[in-house]
């Protein structure tokens, strides 16, 4: 029979405003994590990453924040803009492999 | 510079059927990756290869096969295929494993009835 999928946590926001995505990893031995974008019918593209020695890293518009207590990430978007609707995903690194989160819908609003 | 393509981009199976799904890199990578990704949900390794010559198996290995024919070109292979591996499978290929930074490929959506 056809298979139904999962239901993505979805989060909804105004253009302009910031966004936050969170992501709970589940190994404490992961050294690396990455948060991705994958549009619409489109392959995932990286963000931004940071290494398990840090606990907060910026780049264009994006922050990712780490809390290795208690394996919490963290990725904010400022003044979110149309073209970030997609879906996030983070990933962590364990022993080489890289192990995929579910992913979060950011919706954004005009 | 086309960074990981894939082909083909849909595919429609029969049950038992085979088919080969193609990937190649031209980012002079080490190290490339099969995910598969079903609705609503993260990406599941299939198989990966560490370098030209070497392949491992990921998490969901089973009724896959896979070649490293060259640094260029890895590819993923259903046997006999089945409804449950109907999924979006893609690509992606790493520098070196100290960098985890994934190129993905742009997917191939497979059906199997």
């Known amino acids: 029979g056809e298979s139904v999928g999962l239901h993505l946590p979805t989060l909804s926001v105004q253009e302009g405003d910031n966004s936050i995505i969170n992501c709970a990893y589940s190994?404490?031995?992961?050294?690396?994590f990455i948060w991705y974008k994958q549009e619409s019918g489109k392959g995932p593209q990286f963000i931004i990453d940071i290494r398990s020695n840090m606990d907060k890293r910026q780049g264009q518009r994006v922050t990712v924040l780490l809390n290795k207590t208690v394996k919490h990430l963290s990725l904010q978007i400022a003044a979110t803009q149309p073209g970030d609707s997609a879906v996030y995903f983070c990933?962590?690194?364990?022993?080489?492999?890289?192990?995929f989160g579910q992913g979060t819908e950011l919706s954004v609003k005009p | 510079n086309a960074g990981v393509t894939q082909t083909p981009k849909f595919q429609v199976l029969k049950t038992g059927q085979s088919m080969t799904l193609q990937c190649a890199q031209d980012m002079n990578h080490n190290s490339m990756y099969w995910y598969r990704q079903d609705p609503g949900m993260g990406l599941r390794l299939i198989y990966y290869?560490?370098?030209?010559?070497?392949?491992d198996k990921g998490e969901v290995p089973n009724g896959y096969n896979v070649s490293r024919l060259n640094k260029r070109e890895f590819s993923l292979r259903l046997e006999s295929a089945a409804p449950s591996q109907t999924s979006v499978y893609f690509c992606?290929?790493?520098?070196?494993?100290?960098?985890?930074?994934?190129?993905f490929g742009p997917g191939t959506r497979l059906t199997v009835t």
């Open positions: 990933a962590e690194n364990l022993a080489g492999k890289l192990i």
């Open positions: 190994n404490s031995a992961s050294d690396y």
């Open positions: 290869s560490a370098s030209e010559g070497t392949t």
């Open positions: 992606a290929s790493i520098r070196t494993r100290s960098s985890y930074e994934q190129y």
